[in-house]
């Protein structure tokens, strides 16, 4: 996760990368990707590309890159799915 941090420019801002390797907490919040395809090809749970800012333990606000033909939400890395997960639309919300 760090890398990814660096490699989006955001290391040692407040911006923090957390992994859910076994995928507890994306379960618990309902954030994995039922669609079938995904699990056909990768054959376990993965999560849904998934932010959330929370304030003071609180959830402030939920974005999701998702759509109905991609599940995964990177089948285009310059559309509008994938966008709604990308560092620079988070820094606008904050």
Sequence with gaps: MKAWAKDQKVEGSMITFLA????????AIGMTIDH???ADALGNTRCKR?????EDA????VQVSEGPDDPAGDA???GPILKR?????ILELL
């Design 20 to 27: 859910d390797t076994r995928c507890e907490f994306s379960k």
């Design 36 to 38: 079938p395809g995904v």
């Design 50 to 54: 998934f932010v959330l800012i929370v």
């Design 58 to 61: 609180v959830v402030k606000n």
């Design 76 to 78: 285009d890395v310059k």
């Design 85 to 89: 997960t990308t560092v620079d639309t």
